[in-house]
């Protein structure tokens, strides 16, 4: 604790203005480090690197072909889940895809039809109309039956089958340990570190351990997707429990509510809209992953998409990306209203009409499915959406890219040549040539300023573990790529959201837009991107900025949204401009969900350096892909978690910054 | 649990599905649980698949067709979960297959008969500015490089190679033969192809990386630069070759495609391993078949299907 103690002295003493001398006296060394050093301090020595890959490597071996429990080995535990998870997922697959079989494979006979295209259209806009009218109805029949218009109902169907056993699982999982972390400390304290983890480690990384310990198939790709997609789950629960007024809970405490019943019945339903953001972010970032998950088995749209693009068939490509984006928007919209609607029903008491009064959508649904199946024992559209009515782009994209390219791409290379030469690789060579030594430094400083000692010791650590797994040259072109990516996707994303929250109306658009380039696969903009920018840096930083966009804009807004309107009432009476009211009352009260939203963005952008890897940069992306095709897990995980470190390092030093700054402005 | 059910049910069915068959009087499959084939996202891959299952099916099999990742199903081929994977590119693949294989758990089951080419490819009209092409001697000319060059890389030339995990020595080949040309990697084969159809489009100047067989080469005009021809010493022995004091001063090696499968597949369908390793195809049969999907818009399984009907003799030979 004596170490404690001198850093809080030396804080207190610090704190009266005199961080500015430590900074510049840790700038000089940096500098004089930089100009002069040479050797070790620059360049981290082979000779003293950790083996960490290899260990690793050996670690998840013996994993794989070892590790036992006893009577039972940890692949057995890990199948048996693999056997629960696929009891599910087989009823919802041959409901929705491939029909009842007698046996798997080409031998196998059908017994009973998918469901028919028309009764599943059919069931949904009722669900639409029922939660929430005729609008929601409309929009959920208009998007499905784009699906079938454009010919990836049968494709679709396969990925729908999946996710619709993914979303639940991640969204019950997420809440749980989000309650559990809410409720005891130390569990948050252990599972804030897995989250990033998860968020942040490349899918490509661990997927060949999930093969092995879940099975190559749609199994695998669901565990791969709850992995990834859980995240933001727990957190939101987490910070969606926090915010809710102390009152509520003394409420339910006065009225003599037991723990478990405040929790359930009093905290839930008051958090339940930063909940319904959670469950949002499950369903957006699982069909986010379609593409991966289509590699390990799951088929489906991701399948449709790559094909399409190795083919360079921008048309069926962009086709079936939109598909995945509606399906996107017709499972989110529908919880959404399903979640109010059942928040705000009435206990009814013992209904004694009959079971058509009672449940005349149920019934509805019911008899739609039966007749339409019977009717396709008849007609076969009724079953498959007949392929003489489908529509297609067909070569419509491919010119119009072909069109710009011809024309406009000379502009275009211009534009791309002056950013390159001028701005992205001169700091690309600065951030290359700074001494390793330095860095860590500097980091840990900025660690000890913002939160203490132990936060010096995480961010210090971290990056001196980078160094010395060997991985500092690829991970500063990661933090190059990402912080360029990052910084503009906040300078764009922030005003549209605030745009978005002042101006209503502008929402549903804004909202639709957001979903969009969150869903819509990176691929099917990627190839002509690479047509018109060529293979490299700034292809790899458009498309990640494109990517990262969605959270910087969704927390700004929803922040603005949810601010106090007492508050702003409050403010308007004492008199202040539609300016003041937004920069001095609104932003600094959505300060909070603004920083969680920067925060994201750095999660999702770091996500995406695997794909970046896919138009040929020289990152710790690229370096997991490289593992993936040598077979090489260390490799790959030892890769992974340096990208997991970085993400962690920028998260813990925001947020370490925004309480500061929350201290500062009187906030709680 | 599903398989339970599943089994239920297909009793229930057996007398059903027994009259419904179409299969010929081929010997009984010594197991009908499905041989699962995977299914990767290139034309060529999906038909040779196709050819390979409808053979299957004719000799009695049951069959299921997967899609899994070129390097990912690795994964699954040594657990069991996967049975067979009909293209294996001794050129991309090599390494994680010797890899596979050496854990004792995946089988080497032969070549395909197809070989794999890939060097330097550049369109014909390049040749107008670049006359000495296809010698590769014609690179070493600084207005021949420049003539491929971008801000970038100028003066040098701009060459584009596969992803890095194809490999290649493309770095090293350049500085043997002392070539006035950059390499830079396209991160994926989709990258590759999207850049060569920009370029083509315009008519604007490109050399990379391509391979065959392919519908690229159906599809563009254009010719494969001449390198010293490869041979083993050339990649081994820096005193081979034009340039005594570095190796790779030659071209890139033709390779085998494999046929690569799980290792418990010759014991549960002795027949279907044989018959596997009897499957041959030549790169001008492919090449046809690829050309009339991706460029004629045929599918897959009209494709698969015209060929089974035409060539019975020879896949009946292998399921003898």
């Known amino acids: 604790m004596a170490l404690a103690d001198t850093t809080q002295i030396a804080r207190r003493r610090l704190s009266g203005g005199g961080w500015w001398v430590a900074w510049l006296i840790a700038g000089a060394a940096f500098v004089a480090l930089w100009w002069f050093g040479s050797g070790w301090p620059v360049d981290y020595p082979k000779a003293a690197q950790v083996p960490a890959m290899r260990v690793v490597g050996d670690a998840m071996k013996w ?28 009823i919802s697959s041959s409901l929705l895809a491939t029909g009842l079989m007698t046996t798997a494979g080409s031998a196998g006979v059908q017994i009973f039809p998918p469901v028919s295209w028309i009764a599943l259209i059919g069931v949904l806009g009722l669900a639409g109309y029922w939660a929430a009218g005729w609008r929601l109805a409309a929009l959920v029949v208009a998007l499905m039956a784009f699906i079938a218009l454009f010919g990836q109902w049968t494709a679709a169907m396969v990925t729908l089958a999946s996710i619709v056993i993914a979303v639940p699982l991640g969204v019950i999982l997420g809440l749980l340990l989000g309650v559990l972390s809410y409720r005891a400390p130390l569990v948050e304290r252990v599972i804030t570190p897995l989250l990033d983890l998860m968020q942040t480690v490349p899918v490509f990384a661990y997927l060949v351990p999930v093969l092995f310990l879940f099975g190559f198939g749609p199994t695998a790709a669901i565990v791969a997707t709850i992995i990834y997609a859980m995240p933001p789950m727990t957190r939101l629960t987490v910070h969606a429990l926090r915010s809710v007024p102390a009152e509520i809970d003394e409420l339910g405490r006065m009225v003599g509510a037991t723990p478990r019943q405040r929790m359930w019945r009093v905290m839930i339903p008051a958090a339940m809209p930063g909940l319904m953001i959670g469950a949002n972010q499950v369903i957006m970032l699982s069909l986010n992953i379609v593409i991966i998950a ?146 860590v430094g500097l980091v840990a400083l900025a660690g ?221 | 649990m599903p398989k339970t059910l599943r089994n239920l049910l297909s009793a229930l069915a057996l007398g059903a599905s027994l009259a419904i068959t179409s299969l010929p009087a081929a010997a009984a499959p010594e197991s009908t649980d499905p041989i699962k084939l995977t299914l990767h996202d290139w034309t060529g891959q999906l038909i040779t698949t196709q050819l390979m299952a409808e053979v299957l099916k004719k000799a009695g099999y049951n069959v299921e067709l997967v899609t899994a990742d070129y390097l990912a199903q690795f994964a699954g081929l040594e657990s069991g979960d996967l049975h067979l994977a009909m293209e294996i590119w001794a050129t991309t693949g090599q390494e994680a297959l010797d890899a596979a294989v050496a854990t004792g758990k995946v089988e080497n089951l032969g070549e395909t008969g197809m070989q794999a080419k890939e060097e330097w490819w550049y369109p014909t009209y390049m040749k107008e500015k670049c006359p000495g092409l296809p010698n590769w001697e014609a690179l070493l000319e600084p207005a021949c490089a420049e003539a491929f060059a971008t801000a970038e890389t100028a003066p040098n030339g701009r060459y584009l190679g596969g992803p890095v995990t194809w490999g290649g020595f493309d770095e090293e080949r350049v500085s043997a033969l002392g070539l006035p040309f950059e390499v830079v990697h396209a991160g994926t084969d989709a990258a590759l192809f999207a850049e060569l159809e920009s370029a083509y489009q315009r008519q604007a100047p490109v050399m990379l990386w391509i391979y065959a067989p392919h519908w690229a080469v159906a599809k563009y005009e254009g010719e494969w630069v001449e390198f010293p021809e490869y041979t083993a010493e050339c990649y081994a022995d820096p005193a081979w070759g034009g340039n005594p004091n570095e190796a790779y001063d030659c071209g890139k090696p033709f390779g085998a495609i494999w046929k690569a499968g799980w290792a418990g597949l010759k014991d549960k369908w002795p027949g279907a391993y044989r018959g596997i390793q009897g499957f041959s195809i030549d790169n001008a049969e492919m090449g046809q078949m690829i050309t009339e999907v991706d460029l004629n818009g045929k599918s897959v399984q009209d494709v698969a299907d015209a060929w089974i009907a035409a060539n019975e003799a020879r896949w009946s030979a292998w399921i003898q």
């Not at chain 1, 070892?66 to 087989?90: C, H, K």
């Open chain 1, 294 to 439: 289509s590699m390990i088995g799951a088929g489906g749209l991701g399948f449709e998409v790559l094909g399409a693009l190795r083919r360079l068939d921008f048309g069926v490509g962009l086709e079936a990306g939109f598909a995945i984006v509606a399906l996107a928007i017709v499972l989110d919209r529908l919880s959404q209203a399903v979640a109010t609607k059942l928040q705000f029903q009435p206990h009814r008491g013992e209904d004694r009409r009959s079971l058509i009064a009672r449940h005349p959508y149920l019934v509805a649904s019911i008899v739609l499915a039966l007749g339409c199946g019977l009717l396709s024992l008849v007609e076969a559209g009724f079953q498959t959406f007949p392929a003489a009515g489908q529509l297609s782009t067909g070569s419509f994209w491919a010119e119009l890219i072909a069109w710009i390219n011809v024309n406009f791409f000379t502009q275009l290379e211009a534009f791309k040549d002056f950013l390159l030469l001028n701005l992205l690789i001169p700091l690309k060579r600065l951030l290359l040539s700074l001494p390793w030594l330095g860095v």
């Open chain 1, 448 to 668: 000890l300023q913002l939160g203490g000692w132990r936060l010096m010791l995480l961010t210090g650590g971290l990056s001196f573990l980078i160094a010395a797994t060997g991985q500092w040259e690829k991970a500063m072109t990661t933090v190059y790529l990402c912080g360029i990516a990052v910084a503009v996707a906040a300078l764009i994303g922030i005003p549209i959201g605030i745009l978005a929250a002042e101006k209503r109306r502008l929402w549903p658009a804004v909202q639709a837009m957001i979903d969009t380039l969150q869903t819509l696969p990176s691929f099917v903009y990627l190839m002509p991107v690479v047509m018109l920018f060529r293979v490299g840096d700034f292809t790899a930083i458009l498309a990640v900025v494109l990517y990262a966009l969605a959270p910087a804009i969704r927390y700004t807004a929803h922040g603005l949204m949810q601010v106090d309107p007492t508050l702003i009432e409050a403010g308007r009476a004492a008199g202040t401009t539609r300016w003041q009211l937004l920069t001095k009352v609104k932003l600094k009260l959505a300060f909070p969900e603004i920083m969680l939203g920067l925060n994201q963005t750095i999660m999702l952008a770091l996500s995406m350096l695997v794909i970046t890897a896919l138009v040929g940069t020289r990152d710790l992306g690229q370096e997991v892909y490289i593992a993936l095709a040598k077979a090489d897990t260390g490799r790959g995980i030892v890769a992974g978690l340096a990208i997991a470190f970085i993400a962690i390092i920028a998260d813990r030093l925001i947020s370490a910054g925004a309480r500061r700054t929350k201290a500062r402005l009187g906030l709680k």
């Open chain 1, 63 to 90: 994993l794989v072909n070892e590790a036992s429990f006893g009577i039972f080995s940890f692949v057995d535990l890990t199948r048996f889940i693999a056997a629960l998870i696929e009891v599910p997922y087989w």
